[in-house]
């Protein structure tokens, strides 16, 4: 639980990220976004060295926990309701991420 919520944290600091540009770029908002987004976007790079393992192994099992937080950010922030298939393709990488992480060393 603690490696779920450890790459949940680094996925919405990356989200953050990258979302607070598209607002600038995107959304017509303040130039200031990218300060927020830089500093969130350091925390993102931060919070990968925290993970126990080879870097490679985190960065392919970080993404299907990506996946599964850009798909929770179209509910909540973008206000799309997930179909079907964005559900189960979201579990397909959370069962990759558990594949990756959790075998036996």
Known sequence: MKTFLLFAA???AEII???LPWL???GGKSVWLLLPAAISLALFAWLL???GTAAGRVYAA????YIGMAILWLWAV???RPTGWDMAGA?????GMAIIMFQPR
């Open 10 to 12: 680094t996925a919405l």
């Open 17 to 19: 990220g990258c979302y």
């Open 24 to 26: 600038w770029l995107r």
């Open 49 to 51: 060295t925290l993970h």
């Open 62 to 65: 970080y993404g299907g926990v």
């Open 78 to 80: 973008d206000g799309v």
């Open 91 to 95: 579990l397909v990488a959370l069962t």
